[in-house]
């Protein structure tokens, strides 16, 4: 087992085909709340000891997906209550009818590896919006640029493990100064590679 701290408020726990048997993450006999929940104490009880990572009076969100090997990756985050409050926001902005105002956010990969991985989660979480991914030449890096995803948002902090988040303020300079190779559906393409 292998548990990694990805932020504040997020591990990442990697286990085995063993690990996942002993755990039961995978098992669909289990049928019943209080067994999953058994099962998830356990891993949380080891990620408190081995990490130091506490969840106290916060929800958590959590998010599995089954290794090639038969184990597992797992990520936990724990819902902040800022995170909370901009769920109740977004609720009460779309009660209004308003649309909120568009939002970009880039983020930075050292090589395509990385940036299909990113591409192939999004599309597991089904990212729908737009998507644009830009190659600098002289420095050999790719940049994607997602529309309407806040960083803070615990369902895209996996993206951090794949590349470096740059604020969207400068999306014009990357559009300019680097190569455009997928415009507005550059995850749909891209998840489809991997």
Do not use: W
């Amino acid at each position: 087992m292998e548990i990694l701290r990805i932020g504040k408020h997020a591990i990442k726990i990697s286990l085995n085909i063993d690990e996942t048997k002993e755990y039961r993450i995978l098992d669909s006999d289990i049928l019943e709340e209080d067994e999953i929940k058994e099962s998830f104490s356990k891993l949380l009880l080891k990620a408190k000891e081995t990490v130091d990572f506490s969840y106290a009076g916060r929800k958590i969100f959590t998010e599995i997906f089954p290794s090639k090997d038969g184990g597992c990756e797992i990520y936990i985050s724990c819902i902040s209550m800022e995170a909370e409050k901009a769920v109740y926001k977004d609720k009460n902005q779309q009660l209004d009818n308003k649309k909120p105002k568009s939002v970009l956010s880039i983020f930075d990969f050292e090589n395509i590896e990385n940036l299909l991985q990113a591409c192939y989660r999004l599309k597991e979480i089904k990212y729908k919006n737009k998507s644009s991914v830009y190659y600098d030449i002289d420095k050999k890096r790719y940049y994607m640029i997602l529309e309407d995803i806040y960083i803070k948002d615990i369902r895209y902090s996996f993206l951090l493990e794949y590349s470096k988040y740059i604020k969207g303020s400068i999306a014009s300079y990357i559009k300019e100064h680097y190569k455009c190779i997928l415009k507005k559906d550059g995850v749909k393409v891209l998840s489809a590679l991997t």
